[in-house]
């Protein structure tokens, strides 16, 4: 197809024009042939454009095919700026820490060296795990740092996610990743009777209420489907069959501190005994198991403890005790390693702290110096470092297996049937 103009013109061009005067006409003639192209013209044109195309062309080709550093370099960039890691070596920020889970977790999927466990997301809701890692020691912190040691040294990816709304919004992210959520038991109960956090035929991006477990530190249940669903630091199904019988006895491990610090024999320890009780009060509570009994035995041994003064009218130290007040962990761990013996009073029942350092003994001493006390009885028996073999850290890493790849949707379906049929309790989606 011809798609240039003419070139040459033809007596036909003119006809038209006849009517025109003759020197107005070739005035206008030599106007037209102005604007006519010449064809030499388009011909270089277009081969000039089809060069440059090809050129063009073959860079880009060449560019495609080729290995790209450099662009590979700004991805990487690029994904740096998703859940930024402002502090790597802060551990005691939350945020920082799911940052750098799922900086790990992106990464090992994008170059397919997940480890074992690694695509598995144990949600860690309650805030004992959060103030754990910034360095808080109640028992429950002393719980929540041993399970989360566990689950890192099995390759669990752990995001934090304190409170219920933490905990709906993380949860919608990644459902299918998810295999349990641990949280309080109050917000388990909160979380089940609020349609943005829990799991309904509208809001199916909800927690399901199998996969929560509430991180109860006392007996009893304490989740919306009972007992099974409760997680207790102790083995309460053995030691409180009453109401925590079905309880899930998940327990801690504090045998990492344990052997860091160094044993040393009984016989080579000073004549101490230390007095479990971390405030003045709990010589005047009702727990208090040694009413009317001198705790100073009728032989040598200094009574040590860490107290802080919790009263608020006028008290005073029991008689014959060295009040060191209120001591940090290291202090603390360095008085129990050098005690003989440990004398519980009542307060507190349990304790995560105590459990592996000492004997407890009963009552610490008669009135009678002849008879042999159990406190003689106990200092006269040093015991050797004992790790209870439930709560090593290899137990603890069993049970949380048990926990977090066990089916819990089966028993939660039964539940909802059970439900359904008598009516009594509330429905769920599983
Ligand atoms: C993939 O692995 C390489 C080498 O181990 C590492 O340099 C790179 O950062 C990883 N990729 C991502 C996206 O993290
Ligand atoms: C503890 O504090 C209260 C209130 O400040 C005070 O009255 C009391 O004497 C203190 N007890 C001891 C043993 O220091
Ligand atoms: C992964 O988890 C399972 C069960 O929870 C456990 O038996 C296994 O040892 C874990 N893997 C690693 C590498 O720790």
Known sequence: ????????????????????????????????????????????????????????????????????PSNDAGWLDFFKKLWPVGLPDVTDNWQNENNKAMHALMSCMVNRTCKENQTS????????????IAGHVSGEDIWAISVLISLQEMGYTTIYAPKNEELARSYRRFPDLVK??????????RCFDDPKCIKTLTHPLGVPVWKMF?????????????????????????????????????????ERTCVKKPFIPGD????????????????????????????????????????????????????????LGQLNQQDFYEQLSKSRVLIGIGNPRLSPRMTHWIGTVGRPSMTDSNSR??????????????????????????????????????????????????????????
Request: glycine share 6%.
């Open 180 to 189: 349990a959520v641990i949280l309080e038991g109050a917000d388990s109960k």
């Open 1 to 68: 197809m011809k798609w240039w103009p003419a070139a040459i013109p033809t007596e036909a061009d003119h006809g038209e024009y006849e009517l025109i005067p003759s020197d107005e006409r070739s005035r206008q003639q030599r106007r037209r042939e102005r604007r006519r192209i010449r064809p030499a013209y388009v011909f270089i044109a277009s081969a000039c454009l089809l060069c440059s195309s090809i050129v063009l062309f073959t860079v880009d080709f060449f560019r495609l095919r080729a290995p790209r």
């Open 121 to 132: 997301i144990v949600l860690l809701s309650s805030e004992h795990f959060s103030h754990s």
């Open 373 to 430: 006390s159990p406190l003689k009885e106990a200092m006269d028996h040093p015991i050797p470092r004992y790790i209870v073999p439930d709560m090593s850290m290899d137990a603890l890493k069993y049970r949380l297996g048990v926990l977090v790849e066990g089916d819990w949707k089966t028993p939660a379906e039964e539940i909802l049937r059970e439900r359904k049929a008598t009516g009594k309790g509330k429905t769920f989606e599983l």
């Open 268 to 323: 080579d320890r000073p004549m101490q005994a230390y007095i479990l009780a971390k405030q003045l009060s709990y010589f005047t509570d009702k727990n208090y198991m040694w009413k009317g009994v001198s705790l100073v035995p009728p032989f040598p041994l200094d009574l040590v403890a860490g107290m802080r003064n919790d009263t608020k009218g006028p008290s005073s130290i029991p008689d014959g005790i060295n009040n």
């Open 214 to 254: 509430s991180f109860h530190f006392w007996t009893g249940a304490e989740h919306p489907l009972g007992n099974r669903w409760t997680l207790s630091p102790e083995n309460y199904p053995v030691l409180a069959p009453g109401n925590s019988k079905d309880n899930f006895y998940l327990g801690y491990s504090i």
